[in-house]
Nanobody, 121 residues
């Protein structure tokens, strides 16, 4: 079994910062891509940022320059540093990882349970 556990969400004022963390644990042989997605009320889940095993990153246009994704491969952990937060960043943030368990020879995508981020004064 593989689990992803997020932490770091909460309430922050516009212009503030938050750092999300997501740790993968369990019977993990290898992790390739990791990333963050978000879903606001009444909207579809959207990509926020991703990072490959080699460190290449990709960002949604709406967060580029404000958010930074990083990872600690030794800890199987991905981070999302969010600066200059706006009310429109309010959403449930989910982490995702492409994991190859020891019991399988293929990668599949695992998801965390989500963490709420609310940007409001």
């Amino acid at each position: 079994q593989v689990q992803l556990v997020e932490s770091g969400g909460g309430l922050v004022q516009p212009g503030g910062s938050l750092r999300l963390s997501c740790a993968a644990s369990g019977s993990i042989f290898s992790i390739s891509g990791m990333g963050w997605y978000r879903q606001a009320p009444g909207k579809q889940r959207e990509l926020v940022a991703t990072i490959t095993a080699g460190g290449s990153t990709k960002y949604a246009d709406s967060v580029r320059g404000r958010f930074t994704v990083s990872r600690d491969s030794a800890k199987n952990t991905v981070y999302l540093q969010m600066n200059s937060l706006k009310p429109e960043d309010t959403a449930v943030y989910y982490c995702a990882a492409d994991v190859m368990p020891y019991s399988s020879g293929i990668y599949r995508t695992y998801w965390g349970q989500g963490t709420q981020v609310t940007v409001s004064s």
